[in-house]
C-alpha cells in the first residue's frame, strides 16, 4: 500500500499545500489502491479514474495559481446514494441499475465546488435499508478488518458499508454516506472510522435518492476527528432545493476540534445499558467516560425512558415513509420495466423484478401501517412516541451538553449470520436510531478493539445544531483512545 | 391481530408489487414476526401527545412561484425504459 494512501484527509491537505505531492500523485495512489483490492473487498460499484486524473490535474493547475479551495485535490468515494451527473447511481438496486442522473446532488456539488476529486461510487444496502450491506444487490461489502486468527469474512455495517469499508481499507481519504437510523454511525463502528450524523436538516437532501425522508441525513465518514469536522462543513449548508434544509450557517466545525471540553455536563443514559451487552463494550463506554472525566467535564447519570420504543416506532415510521417514497419506481420513466398484459401488471413486475427481498418487505409494512383501518393504531401511534422520545431528550439536554453511549451492541458480525432474523438485524440500530427520530447529531468514533481484535465505536449526541461540541468532546476521545490499529488482513 | 396470507395479497396489490401464491404464508410469517414485535408501543402512554411529524421545528419556506428549470426535455427523457420524439411511451392506459 502506497503511503499516501495512508494519510487522513488533514494530513493530505497539509502535503499538497506544502507540495510534498501533487494531486494527480495522491489520486493515482488511490486508484492503484483500488485497483489492487476493490474485487475483494467490492466497497467500489463504479470508479471514475479519468475523471479523478482530469479534476486533479485542475486541481494541482489552481493550487499552483494560488487559488486552491478547502479541499482541493482530496479524492474521496461517494455512497451511490447521491446522484452524480453523468455517473451511474443505483442506491444499490436493480430497479436503479441503469440509471444516469443527469444533474447533481447537492451534498456532491457542494464537495466539488471546495475541490474534492470524485474516486468513485459506493456499494450499500439497497435503498439504504440493510445493516450489513447484505441487501445490496450487487453483493456484499466485506469489511477489511478480520477477527484474529480467522478468515471469516465479516459484514462492514450498513448500510454505509462501502462507504466504511474503502475509507478504512485506504481506498480514498474520505467518503460521503447517509445515515436514515445508523447507516453512518454502525459502519464507522465496525470498521474503525470516524462517522458523523448531522442535525436533521443541515445537509441538503436534494439529489440524495430518499428512503424516509424526516430521518434521512447526509454526513461523511473518515480516517479521523479532524477529518470529520472538514468533510461536514463542506457538505453542509443551505438549499433552496430542499424545504427541509435548515437556512442557518455552517460552522468552520475543524476549529472546534481540539477546544477544551473543562466544565461541560456529559450525561451517560441509564436505558443503554441493555441486558447481554457484550462485557467489552460495557467497558469501553466506562473507558470513554473517565477519558472525558479526565478532561474537566462533569459526568452525570440521566434517563431516557422511551429508549426501547425507538426502533419498533421507527419501524413504523420509516417503512411508511419508504411506501410512499418508492412509489415512484413504477417502471414508467426511469428504472427497471417489467412485461405485463396490463398497466397494473406493468406496474407489478416492474416492482417485483426490480426490488429485493428486505426493500419489500419494508414496502409490505409500510403499506400495511398505513391502510385504512391500520393508520391511527400503527402511524399516528409511532409518530406520538416519536415525540416522547424526542421529549426525553429535550428534558436530558436541560441537564447536560451532549450525550456519551456505545455505537452498537456488538463488533461486526460475520456475514451471512443474520440474514435470516429481520428483527434481530434491525436492533443493530439500538443505539443510533432514536437520534434520527429526535433529528439530534450523533458522531461515532473508534474508542478501542475487542478481544478478537475488532474495533468498536462510541458515540456522542448533542443539541440540534450543536455538532461543534461534539467535534470538541470527539477530538479529545480520539486523543485519548489513542486507537492506532489497522485491518491490514486484505 | 395477525396477518395472514389474504392480508399480504391485499398490501402487496395496494403497493403494487406481483407477490406470487407461493410466498404469501411466508411473507405473512415474516411480517407477523416484525409487527408482533412492533406490538409493544401499546404500552407507551400517549395520552394527549401531538404526532411529531418534522424532525426540526420549522415552518415551510415559501418562495415566488416562478419557473426555476426546465425546457430540458432530452435529459428528462434520457432514463425512460421507452421514449419517442419527446415523449414517454409507456402501456396502454385506456382500454
Known amino acids: ?490 | 391481530m395477525t396477518i395472514d396470507a389474504a392480508t399480504v395479497r391485499k398490501v402487496a396489490k395496494l403497493a403494487r408489487i406481483a407477490e406470487p401464491e407461493e410466498r404469501l404464508d411466508g411473507l405473512a410469517h415474516e411480517l407477523n414476526g416484525i409487527m408482533k414485535w412492533i406490538e409493544q408501543l401499546a404500552e407507551v402512554d400517549t395520552k394527549d401527545v401531538e404526532p411529531m411529524t418534522s424532525a426540526v421545528h420549522q415552518t415551510l419556506p415559501m418562495r415566488d412561484d416562478i419557473v426555476t428549470d426546465g425546457a430540458r426535455p432530452e435529459q428528462v427523457l434520457s432514463n425512460a425504459p421507452r421514449a419517442d420524439r419527446g415523449f414517454f411511451v409507456v402501456p396502454k392506459v385506456v382500454e
Open chain 1, 1 to 490: 500500500m502506497s503511503e499516501l494512501t495512508r494519510l487522513t484527509l488533514s494530513a493530505a491537505l497539509e502535503g499538497l499545500h506544502s507540495g510534498k505531492f501533487s494531486a494527480v500523485e495522491l489520486t493515482r495512489a488511490h486508484i492503484d489502491a483500488i485497483d489492487a483490492v476493490n474485487a475483494k473487498l467490492n466497497a467500489y460499484l463504479v470508479t471514475t479514474p479519468e475523471r479523478a486524473l482530469s479534476a486533479a490535474a485542475e486541481s494541482d493547475a489552481r493550487r499552483a495559481k494560488g487559488e486552491a479551495r478547502p479541499l482541493d485535490g482530496a479524492p474521496i468515494g461517494v455512497k451511490d446514494l447521491f446522484c452524480t451527473d453523468g455517473v451511474r447511481t443505483t442506491a444499490g438496486s436493480k430497479i436503479l441499475g441503469d440509471f444516469v442522473p443527469p444533474y447533481e446532488s447537492s451534498v456532491t456539488a457542494n464537495l466539488w465546488r471546495d475541490g474534492a476529486v470524485m474516486l468513485g461510487k459506493l456499494n450499500m444496502d439497497e435503498f439504504a435499508m440493510g445493516s450489513s450491506n447484505e441487501t445490496s444487490a450487487f453483493g456484499p461489502v466485506v469489511n477489511p478488518w478480520r477477527a484474529k486468527g480467522s478468515n471469516r469474512s465479516l459484514t462492514p455495517g450498513g448500510s454505509s458499508g462501502g462507504s466504511a469499508a474503502a475509507v478504512a481499507a485506504d481506498l480514498c481519504l474520505a467518503a460521503t454516506a447517509s445515515d436514515t437510523g445508523g447507516s453512518i454511525r454502525q459502519p464507522a463502528s465496525f470498521t474503525g472510522t470516524v462517522g458523523i450524523k448531522p442535525t436533521y436538516g443541515r445537509c441538503s437532501r436534494y439529489g440524495m435518492v430518499a428512503f424516509a425522508s424526516s430521518l434521512d441525513q447526509a454526513g461523511p465518514i473518515t480516517k479521523s476527528v479532524r477529518d470529520a469536522a472538514l468533510m461536514l462543513s463542506s457538505m453542509s449548508g443551505h438549499d433552496p432545493k430542499d424545504s427541509t434544509s435548515l437556512d442557518v450557517e455552517t460552522p468552520d466545525f475543524a476549529a472546534f476540534v481540539g477546544r477544551s471540553v473543562k466544565g461541560l455536563k456529559i450525561g451517560v443514559p441509564r436505558e443503554y445499558r441493555m441486558d447481554g451487552m457484550p462485557e467489552e463494550i460495557a467497558k469501553l463506554w466506562e473507558a470513554g467516560v473517565e477519558w472525558l472525566r479526565a478532561a474537566g467535564c462533569e459526568i452525570k447519570e440521566i434517563s431516557l425512558p422511551h429508549t426501547k420504543y425507538a426502533l419498533p416506532a421507527y419501524y413504523i415510521i420509516a417503512p411508511a415513509e419508504a411506501s410512499s417514497n418508492l412509489a415512484r419506481y413504477d417502471g414508467m420513466r426511469f428504472g427497471h420495466r417489467g412485461q405485463g398484459g396490463s398497466l397494473t401488471e406493468v406496474y407489478e413486475n416492474s416492482r417485483a423484478e426490480g426490488f429485493g427481498e428486505e426493500v419489500k418487505r419494508r414496502i409490505l409494512i409500510g403499506t400495511y401501517v398505513l391502510s385504512a383501518g391500520y393508520y391511527d393504531a400503527y402511524y399516528l401511534k409511532a409518530l406520538k412516541v416519536r415525540r416522547r422520545i424526542a421529549e426525553d431528550f429535550e428534558a436530558a439536554f436541560s441537564q447536560v451538553d451532549a450525550i456519551l453511549t456505545p455505537t452498537a451492541p456488538s463488533a461486526a458480525f460475520p456475514l451471512g449470520e443474520k440474514q435470516d432474523d429481520p428483527v434481530a438485524m434491525y436492533l443493530n440500530d439500538v443505539f443510533t436510531v432514536t437520534t434520527n427520530l429526535a433529528g439530534l447529531p450523533g458522531l461515532s468514533l473508534p474508542a478501542g478493539l475487542d478481544g478478537q481484535g475488532l474495533p468498536l465505536g462510541l458515540q456522542l449526541i448533542g443539541r440540534a445544531l450543536d455538532e461543534g461540541t461534539l467535534f470538541s468532546l470527539a477530538g479529545v476521545m480520539e486523543e485519548a483512545a489513542g486507537f492506532t490499529a489497522r485491518p491490514d488482513h486484505f
